[in-house]
T-cell receptor, first 111, second 113 residues
């Protein structure tokens, strides 16, 4: 079956670094996606990993280990505006081309 | 660029009423999706379309119908609304070559009394 796990809530301090983990179990894996969703708004695409390793994009980086079914999103130099829910999703080319979504991790950045 | 536009943004219905949510995208995307998002349930796929004139069921299709008569539009219909359909509905679209990179509309908040 398909399953994605990520922590429900996290808290961090402005200026710090936070790592949000995501573990998945899926057959026919074809990519791991991270989305950001601010309260009351739509999700927006952050990153995509299909090969093992770290993808860096400004203050945000995403890591993937396919053998471990594991990914993390790393947020550096946290800002108050980073307070949001972070959604992990996997893509399975065999699953009628649909994303499988985690429930999201709600990150609160405190001053 | 407007991106993905949903109408209406808010709607209150009585049980048994019908309504249609309209989604329009101006990015020439092949794929379009309708999701609902409920607290503690995450994003759940209702229906999707991989091209004009085609639709397919997602995880939670019961009580909903869809149509994609034009490539840029994807309509979601509720024939007889139920309180269980109270939710936030998101439309999304993507290129066929990057189906995991979704562009979402702002959402439509529907309340069924």
């Amino acid at each position: 079956g398909q399953n994605i796990d990520q922590p429900t809530e996290m808290t961090a301090t402005e200026g710090a670094i936070v790592q949000i983990n995501c573990t998945y179990q899926t057959s026919g894996f074809n990519g791991l996606f991270w989305y950001q969703q601010h309260a009351g708004e739509a999700p927006t695409f952050l990153s995509y990993n299909v090969l093992d390793g770290l993808e860096e994009k400004g203050r945000f980086s995403s890591f993937l280990s396919r053998s471990k079914g594991y990914s993390y999103l790393l947020l550096k130099e946290l800002q108050m505006k980073d307070s949001a829910s972070y959604l992990c999703a996997t893509y399975n080319a065999g699953n009628n081309r649909k994303l499988i979504w985690g429930l999201g991790t709600s990150l609160a950045v405190n001053p | 660029n407007a991106g993905v536009t949903q109408t209406p943004k808010f709607r209150v219905l009585k049980t048994g009423q019908s309504m249609t949510l309209l989604c329009a995208q101006d990015m020439n995307h092949e794929y379009m999706y309708w999701y609902r998002q409920d607290p503690g349930m995450g994003l759940r796929l209702i229906h999707y379309s991989v091209g004009e004139g085609t639709t397919a069921k997602g995880e939670v299709p019961d009580g909903y119908n869809v149509s994609r008569l034009k490539k840029q539009n994807f309509l979601l219909g509720l024939e007889s609304a139920a309180p269980s359909q109270t939710s936030v509905y998101f439309c999304a679209s993507s290129y066929s070559r990057a189906p995991g990179e979704l562009f979402f509309g702002e959402g439509s908040r529907l309340t069924v009394l």
